[in-house]
Each structure stands twice: as C-alpha cells, then as structure tokens.
DNA sequence: CGGTTCGTTGAGATCGGTCAACTCAAGTGG
DNA sequence: CCACTTGAGTTGACCGATCTCAACGAACCG
C-alpha cells in the first residue's frame, strides 16, 4: 500500500512549506548530517521497528500511525516543520511515519543523543520536554476523541491553524482520509461536517484543502 | 461535588490493596517523608494547579480526570500501589487526580526531584521514562476510543486484568461512571456490555466489582 | 478523451445515547 | 426488627448521530 519509494521529487503541496521552525530549544539535532528528503507516501520508519534516529522536520508534512488487525487506521500525530518526531522512550518506533507530501528531514542517531544526554544535563533536559510535549498533544488529541463529529473537527481546524502560520486560513497537506483516521471517523462524515460548518458560516472552503476560518467563536465554542 | 476530606479511614475495598509494587526502578520517591492518607473521593490535587508534588502510590486506588466545559469529564488513567502519578513535564497539573478508594501515597517536592535530575543523571533518566511509560498508557488509551463500545470495554477489562494481581478475576475498585467516563462511553453502555460480554460467555459477573475473565481469546480478539 | 483518484452528497442501517423504570444492597432511624 | 431512604447498577424503549453503501462530481494525467 506505502511505496517506500526511493528519495525524489514529486508533487508538493508549497503553500505548507512556507511555516517557520516551532521549537525552543532544537539542539538536538542541529548538525548532525545532510538534509534527507522523502517522497510523497513514502515510510520514513515502520511501527514495531529499532528507533535507531530521531528526526526533525526541515520541509513538508508527516504523519505517524498505526494498522490495527482488522485493517483500520489511527492517525498519531501531524508534523510539521521544525517539529521533532521518532523520539521513542523505549527501544523500538510505537507508529510508523509516513511523508505526506514530499519532505526534508534532518537526522540523528538515538545512542549519540542519548550518550550525550548521559554527560550534558540541558540535552537530558530537552529529551524529556520533548517527550512532554508528545505527551501534551496526545492529551489533547484523547480529548478531541470522545467528543461529536462537529466538535472534533472544529478541534483539529483550531490545533490546525494554531500551528500554521495565519490563523485565519488552513491550508489542509493531508486528505480526508488522513483527517478521519487522526479523528477517528469516517471520510464521509468529516466531509460533511465541513460542509455543514460552511453553511453555518463557521468556516469557507474555497478548494478541498483550503479552509478558510470565519467564526473562530463559533468554532472554539464547539471546541468546549 | 468532590469532598476535599481530611484524610481518614472510611470504607476501603481490601481487593484493591494486595498488588505489588510495578515500577522497575522506583529511586524516584524514596525515603521523602511521611505516607499520606487521602479518603476515598478527596481530590489529591486539582487540574492547572502548580505541579508542586510528584505522588506514589502505596495503597488504593487513583482516578485523573478533567472536566470540560460542559461538564462532561474524561478520565485520564487509573493508578494502583507502585505507580507514580502528578509527575508534569510543564509547571502545572494537566488533569486532576481523586482518591477512588481510600489511599495512601508517597509525596515527593518536585524541585527537589528536579535538582537532583540536574546532577545525577540516572535521576534525569528516570523522570524520562517515566513520562515515556505515561506517554505509552495514553497511546493505549487513544487507540481504546476509536473502537467499538464492546471493544473497548473488552480492552479494558484485559488491561485491568494485566496490572491486576489476578489474570482470571479482576476487582474493580471504580464505578461504572468512572469506567464510562474512562472509555467515552455511558454507564448503560458500559453495563448492557457487560450483560452482553457475559450472555457470550467472555467473563462472568458475580458481582457488580468483580469481574471474572472466562474467555481471554475471544476478548483478546475483540481488542484487535 | 477515457481513466483514476479524491471529495461530496444521498438514503438507509446500526450503534450508542437518552430517558425512564426497576432491582439490589447498604445504611438509618423509629 | 422493620419500614424507609439512598446510591449504584441493570434493563427496556425509543431516538439520533454516525457509519455503510452507493452514486455522482471535480481535478488530474496519460
């Protein structure tokens, strides 16, 4: 199903390319060897694998998942640049990591980040800020879990633009089906959810991957 | 709604009590003071408050929860004798944390904790991964919610059963609100899928607290 | 111009929620 | 000891939100 396509350029969506790095601190990667690219849908690391490197995000957009036995998928989490992900705690990747558009990806060797964690208290430090702030997404994204279908996708369009650089409009890398499995709901559903956002004026959608917010109110009402 | 009691001995359900402690390592919070009692329903400490305590638990049971605006609460986790809980990467508590049976616990200052982190090292690699094996429970969780009512439940009970004592015969020392509100679900889902898991034979119900695990694969199988 | 993928929309089915009644066990107080 | 109360849990009937299945539309690409 996932090409794990050798590095080279195809189709990128440019308009999410544009977001500055995030993160504070970002020391633990920086240096550390050239900028690899990854295709559109190509795996960067499988689930269940050694979590050998840890990666920051350069350019473009990640996702991270899991198959469950019966073929359903659930979205971890959405990078995007200047994000780190692939940190594990434990010795082995809990999802895979897939590029959703073609990607640049700076990486590290996990034993030399933790060797040097194992001298160099602040590195100790960012390690465990950085496991922090997964653990702070994932609370918010259980949270956005267990509410209705309008709600969580009014969620996911406010985490969305919070971490995109206007607040005002979203420019959407992933497809529906990326939004459904993170959601844990149908494509069908989240589509029409977005269509009955629409006509409440909450929100305008000029194209299917732009989303332009109109009553943040309204959408951060939902939002609970 | 919840009585900040003053600690003191009401009823406790003994069952509850007898597990070992779980934590490999443990260094984190030894020797720091006396053991403090909570009774059943005190709040131990509250959601946003200043993360000032990292807590272990020796004897009880602790629930997490966070109310949403609308009054609908999420439980973050249950925590039973031996695990740490309270312990915030970020300055203040992210969820609250309530007494479900009369418990005890060990009471750490976390600046301490953290002081000592900044010079040993092995201390800085404990808080990492107890924040990872935090990071891991809620992963489980969030893959919970996005199933079936009767997988869930099912995940569960299998998960209670694995950090019980007992593979065969689980005490559960929360309500049924307390389990609802765990898996998003209701209390009458949660009971008709009880009713229904024991009518297919999985477990036995000979009390509305004990739970008895007739048929491990065909509940394993519900939990993909 | 077909073919393919992605997204939208509609109609019907289903799962879980809501509301309500009932059971049961554990007090409580006369 | 026995009503009475109270809280927790169970069960039933009904309803609505979301899923399923299917058709359709739009964009892209050979």
């Given at each position: 199903?996932?090409m794990?396509?050798?590095?080279?350029?195809?189709?990128?969506?440019?308009?999410?390319?544009?977001?500055?790095?995030?993160h504070?601190?970002?020391?633990?990667?920086?240096?550390?060897?050239?900028?690899?690219?990854?295709?559109?849908?190509?795996?960067?690391?499988?689930?269940?694998?050694?979590?050998?490197?840890?990666?920051?995000?350069?350019?473009?957009?990640?996702?991270?998942s899991?198959?469950?036995?019966?073929?359903?998928?659930?979205?971890?989490?959405f990078y995007?640049?200047?994000d780190?992900?692939?940190?594990?705690?434990?010795?082995?990747?809990?999802?895979?990591?897939?590029?959703?558009?073609?990607?640049?990806?700076?990486?590290?060797?996990?034993?030399?980040i933790?060797?040097?964690a194992?001298?160099?208290t602040?590195?100790?430090?960012e390690?465990?800020?950085?496991?922090?702030?997964?653990?702070?997404?994932?609370q918010?994204?259980?949270?956005?879990?267990?509410?209705?279908?309008?709600?969580?996708?009014?969620?996911?369009?406010?985490?969305?633009?919070?971490?995109?650089?206007?607040?005002?409009?979203?420019?959407?890398?992933m497809?529906?089906?990326?939004i459904?499995?993170?959601?844990?709901?149908?494509?069908?559903?989240?589509?029409?959810?977005?269509?009955?956002?629409?006509?409440?004026?909450?929100?305008?959608?000029?194209?299917?991957?732009?989303?332009?917010l109109?009553?943040?109110?309204a959408l951060?009402?939902?939002?609970?």
């Amino acid at each position: 199903m996932l090409m794990r396509t050798a590095p080279h350029a195809t189709s990128s969506s440019p308009a999410t390319q544009t977001r500055p790095a995030a993160h504070a601190p970002c020391g633990l990667i920086e240096a550390m060897g050239a900028q690899i690219p990854f295709a559109r849908n190509a795996e960067i690391y499988g689930e269940g694998e050694p979590a050998e490197y840890v990666y920051k995000l350069v350019r473009g957009t990640v996702r991270t998942s899991k198959i469950l036995a019966d073929g359903r998928r659930q979205i971890g989490a959405f990078y995007f640049p200047g994000d780190v992900f692939g940190l594990e705690v434990g010795d082995e990747h809990s999802f895979s990591a897939e590029a959703i558009s073609d990607v640049t990806v700076l990486v590290a060797k996990r034993s030399t980040i933790l060797a040097r964690a194992a001298r160099d208290t602040s590195v100790a430090q960012e390690l465990w800020s950085a496991t922090g702030q997964e653990l702070h997404r994932m609370q918010e994204h259980l949270l956005l879990l267990i509410k209705s279908a309008e709600e969580r996708v009014a969620g996911f369009l406010l985490e969305m633009a919070a971490r995109s650089r206007s607040l005002q409009v979203v420019e959407l890398p992933m497809s529906r089906q990326d939004i459904a499995d993170y959601l844990g709901l149908t494509i069908e559903t989240v589509s029409r959810t977005f269509s009955q956002l629409e006509s409440s004026s909450a929100i305008a959608v000029p194209t299917a991957r732009r989303i332009e917010l109109r009553n943040r109110t309204a959408l951060a009402r939902l939002n609970s």
